[in-house]
């Protein structure tokens, strides 16, 4: 007897894999459409369309040719801005180095500070290589989510832990992005009379901070809540998977259902250390923008810091939602904006070397320099010298 044709049957992969024992469990995304005797492939919808990221990616282009092409030229030459950089003298320009390096030091730490069985100096590589990937590349974000994962991982770290760190420190970033304008709103109201503009982008930041925090209170206190934010993270991880074109794909299904455990647990024991890492973080990285608009000869008189922090506080909040990779165009168009209002020309120019010079140090250096990073860590693990991970004691998932 013949038979019939073999019936193509959807497979879905069940959200929590506590219930899947641990060697049965699937390395592959998270849904797949399984035909028997054939391979496994992904469903036509997963396939990137390339109209929409050429569009994407057009859009972009044009945006940033637009605000270095048109934008700025049009507040002042870029002649006149490069010869206010070359008149700064090397002291002031050992204090914009040390800025920078102290900064990017902040941000290791802020690491560190989540994943404590990672050293200072793989935090430096994780840091690097993703931020060198996220200011260059469309989707910058989700590929570098798929390096951090993939330099990590090589250290020992597992799929829960990354989950957490990754929840974790992106929580006390958006916390720091909101927080920040009502902050600098009311520190900028002891120099000057803050703008309409800054009060509302500061009620607006309060008022997401709000909402965040209370979403993140109900994530740890609702399981059906975490059960579906467990499927979305399935979802955004298998997409940066292949993104990355990796063919093996990390497991996160359940990992967002013991989060809400060992995100206590974590909070409990290193909170006031991840709290005080993500705020020093951000104070660093003003710094380096104050720095830079001292040492092009901006006084306090004509910009105050209290000024420049509202600013930087200002567009942080603006580019929170990644337009172009980095914020790059925005965020230089931005802190002139606010910067440069109602100056002269000459602090004009001045305010626009300062913005350059900042987003020189902050968004072009790690780009080298995780180009560097990440050949170490493929090339030459050994200068790393990364330590394997101790067990974690007994009911302490927060310190694993």
């Not at 996220?134 to 390096?147: E, F, Q, Y």
Request: hydrophobic share 55%.
């Amino acid at each position: 007897m013949t038979a019939g044709p073999r019936e193509v049957v959807p497979v879905p992969i069940p959200a929590p894999a506590a219930a899947i024992p641990a060697d049965l469990r699937l390395s592959q995304p998270a849904e797949l459409t399984c035909v028997a005797g054939t391979a496994a492939r992904p469903p036509p919808t997963a396939r990137p369309r390339r109209g929409r990221k050429a569009l994407r990616i057009a859009v972009t282009v044009v945006l940033i040719g637009a605000i270095f092409g048109f934008a700025l030229p049009h507040l002042a030459s870029y002649r006149s801005v490069w010869a206010t950089i070359e008149a700064m003298m090397w002291g002031q320009v050992l204090l914009l180095a040390a800025a920078a390096a102290a900064s990017m030091v902040t941000g290791w730490i802020a690491i560190c500070a989540v994943l404590p069985a990672v050293g200072l100096r793989e935090a430096a590589v994780v840091n690097l290589g993703s931020s060198a990937v996220a200011n260059t590349l469309p989707a910058g974000g989700a590929l570098a989510m798929g390096v951090s994962w993939a330099m990590l991982s090589s250290w020992g770290v597992s799929a829960a832990d990354y989950a957490l760190y990754t929840l974790v420190s992106g929580i006390w970033n958006v916390f720091a992005r909101l927080s920040l304008p009502a902050a600098a709103v009311l520190i900028l109201a002891t120099d000057s009379r803050p703008s309409a503009g800054l009060v509302a982008s500061a009620g607006a930041g309060l008022a997401l901070l709000v909402a965040a925090a209370a979403g993140f209170a109900l994530l740890l206190r609702s399981q059906s809540v975490a059960r579906r934010a467990d499927r979305g993270l399935q979802r955004v991880v298998a997409r940066c998977w292949r993104l990355a074109r990796r063919r093996k794909t990390i497991q996160v299904a359940g990992s967002l259902l013991s989060f809400r455990e060992r995100a206590a647990d974590l909070l409990r024991a290193r909170g006031w250390r991840i709290t005080a890492a993500t705020a020093a973080s951000a104070l660093a990285l003003w710094l380096v923008l104050l720095a830079c608009l001292r040492g092009t000869g901006l006084s306090q008189a004509q910009v105050s810091w209290q000024a420049s922090l509202a600013a930087f506080a200002f567009v942080r909040l603006l580019t929170v939602l990644p337009v172009t990779p980095g914020g790059l165009g925005v965020t230089e168009l931005g802190l002139v904006g606010i910067l440069a209002d109602g100056a002269s020309h000459l602090v004009t120019v001045q305010v626009i070397a300062a913005v350059l010079l900042f987003r020189a140090l902050t968004y072009l250096l790690p780009i080298p320099l995780g180009a560097v990073a990440a050949l170490a860590w493929q090339h030459a693990p050994a200068l790393l010298r990364a330590r394997p991970r101790p067990a974690p004691p007994p009911g302490s998932a927060g310190e694993s």
